[in-house]
């Protein structure tokens, strides 16, 4: 069994490649006739990693072609949010282009399936959002959206999450590392009280993944922690689970903040039932509290 993990040099792709490694063997989850292969947009000198650019067609049929995958989990993404909103052509092309070519060389090899990872940010509605409530507020939702579309087309599993957790990314850091860089650094920052949310910890998202590679199951589903909370509370339980001093976290509402910054539109009700997820792949997903504390771990 192969497996291609497209966008493995980004913020989840450097923490799930190692990861998904870490499984191959004896009594482990991935079969030990399984080999694990990253793809990155620079040559990263590494024997694991195959260099392509996948916003070009050709590049995805070449590497598609010569590694003949069975398995792909694609992580290409552009999430700036504002960036997305400035440049539609560059959010259509990471978002959307991308997913359309690997469907593509799926719809001609179709013994290989699709993992799509996608986001919360599809969601603005009051209570846990299901995932047929869908509501688009920016670019980058519509984007990631559009690039679901390409995917079922497929047959593939999409995974609509958020995470957090201690980068191994040198480029991208998480949300939780910059709440804790700044109270580190007595740097005042403004949280978000009004905008909700239940992500998952790297490692459990990691964890979950491995679980649709073991046995794929077809559509969309909700992947986040049980019991959400406010951006602005989760930063508060993280400092003080860390022993941190958060005198320098400020509790702000994101109309605001958005507009004395000109923000894009964004959404605020993000939180996901995961019912679907948990049922489908036989699984109880963690609370929010509960993964914080995996942090001080």
């Not at 799509?116 to 959206?145: C, M, W």
């Amino acid at each position: 069994m192969k497996i291609l993990v497209a966008g493995a040099s980004g913020l989840l792709g450097s923490y799930l490649l190692p990861f998904l490694r870490r499984q191959i063997g004896d009594n482990k989850t991935i079969t030990s006739d399984c080999e694990v292969i990253g793809q990155a947009y620079k040559n990263l000198k590494d024997a694991g990693f195959i260099q392509a650019d996948f916003t070009k067609k050709n590049d995805v049929k070449r590497v598609l072609d010569q590694i003949k995958p069975d398995l792909i989990i694609n992580l290409i993404c552009l999430s700036d949010v504002d960036l997305c909103e400035r440049d539609i052509n560059l959010s259509y092309a990471l978002n959307v282009s991308v997913v359309e070519s690997i469907v593509d060389w799926l719809v001609k090899n179709d013994s290989s399936h699709l993992i799509q990872i996608s986001t919360d940010h599809v969601y603005d509605s009051p209570g846990l959002n299901k995932e047929g409530e869908v509501i688009i507020r920016n670019q980058y939702a519509f984007s990631k959206y559009a690039g679901e579309l390409s995917a079922l087309m497929a047959g593939a599993t999409v995974l609509r999450t958020n995470f957090f957790g201690n980068s191994l990314c040198d480029r991208r850091k998480s949300f939780s590392d910059w709440v804790i860089s700044s109270c580190k650094s007595k740097l005042d920052i403004e949280l978000f009280s009004d905008v909700m949310f239940n992500p998952l910890s790297m490692q459990t998202l990691s964890e979950m993944i491995c679980k649709v590679v073991e046995s794929p199951v077809a559509g969309v589903f909700n992947l986040g922690s049980n019991k959400g909370m406010s951006k602005s509370d989760f930063s508060f339980f993280l400092a003080d689970s860390l022993q941190l001093n958060s005198d320098c976290l400020r509790e702000a509402s994101f109309e605001q903040v958005k507009t004395r910054l000109g923000l894009t539109a964004r959404p605020k009700d993000m939180l996901m039932n995961v019912e679907k997820f948990e049922r489908a792949f036989n699984v109880s997903l963690p609370t929010l509290e509960d993964e914080i504390l995996t942090l001080s771990i």
